[in-house]
Nanobody
Framework: QVQVVESGGGSVQAGDSLRLSCSVT?????MGWFRQAPGKEREFVAA????????SYSDAVKGRFTISDDSAKNTVFLQMTSLKPEDTAVYYC?????????????????WGQGTQVTVSS
């Protein structure tokens, strides 16, 4: 059974940085970060294939966010820099049972409960 648990959310000021962590139990091949702001659909943020280093980012975060993995700890990170108020959302980590970088939520098999990130101006 795969379990996904996010941590590291919080309230910060615009321009600050924050690192989210996603701890995974069970075997998975790819991971993704998504976010959902109030009244909006869940949107893709970043994805990574374990141990290969292949990554993908949405245009909204490219150059500001970095996804990485520590396979020894079964943990994926999302380093967020130069945060903007529009980055405010609940951030979800998702696990995929097959290798690949996908931006649509339907391509992921397991989800965490989410962690709130609030960026104030």
């Amino acid at each position: 059974q795969v379990q996904v648990v996010e941590s590291g959310g919080g309230s910060v000021q615009a321009g600050d940085s924050l690192r989210l962590s996603c701890s995974v139990t069970g075997r998975t091949f790819s991971m993704g970060w998504f976010r959902q702001a109030p009244g909006k659909e869940r949107e893709f943020v970043a994805a990574i294939v374990w141990n290969i280093g292949s990554t993908s980012y949405s245009d909204a975060v490219k150059g500001r966010f970095t996804i990485s993995d520590d396979s020894a700890k079964n943990t994926v990170f999302l380093q967020m820099t130069s945060l903007k108020p529009e980055d405010t959302a609940v951030y979800y980590c998702a696990a995929r049972l097959h290798r690949g970088l996908f931006a649509h939520p339907r391509n992921y098999d397991y989800w965490g409960q989410g962690t709130q990130v609030t960026v104030s101006s």
